[in-house]
């Protein structure tokens, strides 16, 4: 599906929240499920991503985390001891597995035996970007979270250190949710892991409260605070699990669909399309496809393109053409909740007209002046 000899894009945590918060996109799973870069196909569609990380706040953001973990990790298992286990020894020092291996499958490995070692230590464990799997729709993914230490008493934190700002303790509630629902993405193939290294029946303890590390105020230095992201762990745990599974998508296309960047653009455009899609305005800050599937959506008159509450408030409404014709009374069954609210909402638009037309009427001239009286 990628095209002869093109690698396979691997999908990050970052993806897999993007997926779970659209798990209807059908066009995405199997997108991302075959590896295919998306950024790459929307380019050779004429609809390129307009978002990214630029290269300064990526060399930063590079810089900022080599920071937090220099001297084996003193600092940042200080914050993680500080937030996080205030009750435990203080981290005087601790280990840092070397986690190289051959390939991801190798790294997972390792990273598995690493992480069995350290929940019978008794001590402080760090392990710097650790390869974790997690099977994603019959697919799997390989994620790489930016540390995860082990607790003396053997249970396991995920850390994300992140280069945006927190000021006077707190940071901007979009971009923390958004590091919560990748955390939890880690959390959720932590526990996998967990699950296959138990000891008589009981999984070393994988913490729902994750720490995320940020400059201090507008310095370079190193602030924590702790995310409890139960909720976002539950959410994409379920969303995960309600993804159509490859195979079943890959089994309703035509034979021989190809998604490489280099065929012909009505060729390529013709197997985009072949797959459903589930655009959302929201789409546009977490797919590189986004600017295809909405141009395709407002062609199709598509309510979802006016965003997922409008499209809930609707009902069995699905097209634009559909929701007019309700509206102005000529299709639609008045018994219908969305059919008589649109009909309603129609009537007192007219109404609303009728008065502003009424008050812009021009103004009739005034008769010949009286002269006041003294």
Not at 35 to 49: E, M, N, Q, Y
Not at 206 to 211: E, G, K
Not at 312 to 325: C, T, W
Request: hydrophobic letters at 45%.
């Amino acid at each position: 599906m990628r095209g002869p000899g093109v690698p396979p894009k691997a999908l990050d945590a970052r993806a897999l929240a993007a997926l779970a918060a659209n798990p209807g996109c059908r066009r995405r799973a199997i997108l991302d499920g075959a590896g295919v870069d998306k950024a790459a196909l929307a380019g050779a569609l004429g609809s390129p991503p307009a978002f990214g990380q630029s290269q300064f706040a990526f060399m930063r953001g590079n810089a900022f985390e080599a920071r937090v973990k220099a001297d084996g990790g003193a600092e940042l298992l200080r914050l993680v001891h500080e937030r996080l286990d205030p009750g435990a020894e203080p981290p005087a020092g601790a280990e840092v597995p070397d986690l190289s291996a051959t390939g991801p499958q190798g790294r997972v490995a390792r990273t598995a035996l690493a992480l069995r070692e350290a929940a019978g230590a008794g001590a402080w464990t760090l392990l710097d970007h650790p390869m974790l799997a997690l099977d994603v729709a019959g697919s799997p993914a390989f994620l790489e979270p930016d540390a995860v230490v082990v607790h003396p008493d053997g249970g396991w934190t995920v850390v994300e250190i992140k280069s945006f700002p927190m000021l006077d303790g707190s940071a901007d509630p979009a971009k923390v949710g958004a590091a919560a629902r990748q955390a939890a993405v880690y959390v959720l193939a932590l526990e996998e892991v967990a699950a296959r290294l138990a000891v008589d029946g009981t999984p070393p303890r994988v913490h729902h409260r994750v720490l995320l590390v940020c400059p201090k105020d507008f310095s370079n230095l190193p602030t924590a605070s702790a995310v409890d992201i139960r909720r976002q762990r539950a959410v994409t745990a379920r969303q995960l699990s309600r993804l159509t599974r490859v195979e079943e998508i890959a089994g309703t296309l035509p034979e021989g669909t190809c998604f490489s960047p280099e065929l012909p653009a009505e060729e390529l455009a013709a197997a985009v399309d072949s797959v459903p899609a589930s655009y959302a305005p929201e789409c546009l800050s977490t797919c590189d496809l986004a600017f295809h599937c909405r141009a395709r959506a407002r062609e199709a008159g598509a309510v979802t393109a006016l965003g997922r509450p409008v499209r809930a408030e609707l009902g069995g409404l699905s097209s634009v053409e559909d929701v007019l014709a309700a509206a102005h009374g000529e299709a639609g069954d008045p018994d219908d909740p969305a059919v008589a609210a649109l009909r309603r909402a129609a009537v007192l638009r007219a109404e609303a007209l009728d008065a502003a037309r009424a008050a812009s009427l021009p103004v009739p001239p005034a008769g010949p002046e009286v002269p006041a009286c003294r």
